[in-house]
């Protein structure tokens, strides 16, 4: 059994075959999906088919890339949100400065406010860190403590950035298809993680893995990351899906047989 950790099945490239899309997953052994918000104009949505299919558990946040004038908002529909509804996480939150830079301001607020949403209401973070590992940490490090746990999603970083997530003890990493790319440097890090640290996720439908790089990525397409891992970490994809389902569970605390 796999569990795809971090996938978008709720957006409208989902809309025609939404159904069938999680029936291959739950063929290919992929049982249960970890599903995070983007912000408001999405929550209903992702409520939606949440309620719609059991096996999909939602996330409550407000993505970086959603931040701008005003957001507080947002993060008081974020709030609100947690307050009123049962959710298994906060995210996805962070700082992306890949596709823009003017907001940075407004959303090192935006995810300090956040990780004490975190705390209030006892959830681990998905944490999204897009050319931002070093503005992620100076936030972390000042707001770290014994009630922050959570995921770094998409893992990108250097053998040094891993080393700063492990030295805050109650993080994993997100291993997703970048992991099968010739060039993405995650499979050189990849074998410095612990296997205890690492969490499986697709991010559809965004970042498909080889063999199908460039179509739109689902959560079937897992089984092509825990291969990839396996190989690298030079050992069974067996004992790769149970140690990361077993870390998934325990992170999300998600209710599964």
């Not at 999603?153 to 805050?168: E, R, V």
């Not at 991010?203 to 893995?209: I, Q």
């Given at each position: 059994?796999?569990?795809?950790?971090?996938?978008?099945?709720?957006?409208?490239?989902?809309?025609?075959?939404?159904?069938?899309?999680?029936?291959?997953?739950?063929?290919?052994?992929?049982?249960?999906?970890?599903?995070?918000?983007?912000?408001?104009?999405?929550?209903?949505?992702?409520?939606?088919?949440?309620?719609?299919?059991?096996?999909?558990?939602?996330?409550?946040?407000?993505?970086?890339?959603?931040?701008?004038?005003?957001?507080?908002?947002?993060?008081?529909?974020?709030?609100?949100?947690?307050?009123?509804?049962?959710?298994?996480?906060?995210?996805?939150?962070?700082?992306?400065?890949?596709?823009?830079?003017?907001?940075?301001?407004?959303?090192?607020?935006?995810?300090?406010?956040?990780?004490?949403?975190?705390?209030?209401?006892?959830?681990?973070?998905?944490?999204?860190?897009?050319?931002?590992?070093?503005?992620?940490?100076?936030?972390?490090?000042?707001?770290?403590?014994?009630?922050?746990?959570?995921?770094?999603?998409?893992?990108?970083?250097?053998?040094?950035?891993?080393?700063?997530?492990?030295?805050?003890?109650?993080?994993?990493?997100?291993?997703?298809?970048?992991?099968?790319?010739?060039?993405?440097?995650?499979?050189?890090?990849?074998?410095?993680?612990?296997?205890?640290?690492?969490?499986?996720?697709?991010?559809?439908?965004?970042?498909?893995?080889?063999?199908?790089?460039?179509?739109?990525?689902?959560?079937?397409?897992?089984?092509?990351?825990?291969?990839?891992?396996?190989e690298v970490l030079g050992v069974s994809v067996l004992e790769v899906a149970q140690q990361t389902t077993k870390n998934a569970v325990k992170l999300f605390k998600l209710p599964v047989e």
């Open positions: 059994m796999l569990i795809d950790t971090h996938s978008h099945i709720f957006s409208e490239e989902f809309d025609t075959d939404r159904a069938q899309v999680l029936n291959r997953a739950f063929e290919a052994g992929i049982r249960y999906h970890v599903l995070p918000n983007i912000d408001s104009s999405t929550t209903e949505k992702l409520m939606d088919v949440c309620r719609e299919f059991p096996q999909c558990f939602p996330l409550m946040g407000l993505h970086p890339t959603s931040v701008k004038i005003g957001f507080e908002s947002e993060i008081d529909h974020v709030e609100q949100m947690l307050a009123t509804n049962k959710f298994y996480g906060i995210g996805e939150i962070g700082i992306d400065l890949y596709w823009d830079k003017t907001y940075l301001h407004q959303q090192q607020e935006a995810f300090r406010y956040q990780l004490n949403l975190a705390k209030k209401f006892h959830l681990p973070l998905v944490i999204h860190a897009r050319n931002s590992f070093n503005e992620i940490f100076e936030i972390l490090d000042q707001e770290i403590d014994s009630t922050l746990f959570g995921v770094f999603h998409s893992f990108t970083g250097n053998i040094d950035d891993y080393k700063h997530i492990a030295g805050y003890q109650h993080f994993y990493v997100g291993i997703g298809g970048i992991v099968t790319y010739k060039n993405g440097g995650v499979s050189t890090i990849l074998q410095h993680i612990n296997p205890e640290h690492i969490l499986l996720e697709t991010d559809s439908p965004f970042l498909s893995p080889v063999p199908v790089r460039g179509r739109r990525n689902e959560s079937y397409n897992l089984t092509y990351i825990a291969i990839k891992v396996a």
